[in-house]
């Protein structure tokens, strides 16, 4: 199966410990790469798309008018708002994917007993040889 396809299944599933660990891991993480899109990655990003910075991207659909203040759509805050869930997205998904391979691992493993201790397998041939001797 493809990483691709794999990823579709994940993000259509509606399970609910994937939706659990997704929740857990995207709010410790959330700040963290909150930060690491608006301070490391979009400054760059905007350096070689000629200067922009995606903070402060924005469509002005009325300007300030006295004590109101404009009212603009600010898409570059959706922006870097989208990149930050792609990255935690990738993140939960790179831990259900491991824990779904550690499942699948255990589920391939055969349940067989131990082997029994060499006094226990010594004991048992005994024990045969002297049903085999009175029958």
Do not use: C, H, W
């Not at 994937?18 to 909150?34: E, L, Q, R, T």
């Not at 550690?102 to 029994?116: N, T």
């Amino acid at each position: 199966m493809g990483l691709a396809q794999e990823f579709k299944e994940f993000a259509l599933r509606g399970n609910v410990v994937d939706m659990a660990v997704g929740i857990v891991i995207g709010g410790a993480f959330g700040k963290i790469v909150s930060s690491l899109v608006e301070q490391v990655l979009m400054p760059p990003i905007g350096l070689l798309m000629g200067g922009v910075d995606f903070s402060e991207l924005a469509v002005v659909l009325q300007e300030a008018q006295g004590d109101a203040e404009a009212v603009v759509i600010g898409y570059g805050a959706f922006i870097q708002s989208v990149v930050d869930f792609t990255i935690v997205a990738l993140a939960i998904f790179a831990v259900i994917r491991m824990m779904n391979s550690m499942k699948r691992q255990e589920e391939a493993a055969p349940a067989e007993p131990p082997a029994p201790p060499p006094e226990v397998a010594l004991l048992t041939e005994i024990r045969d040889a002297l049903k085999a001797q009175n029958s």
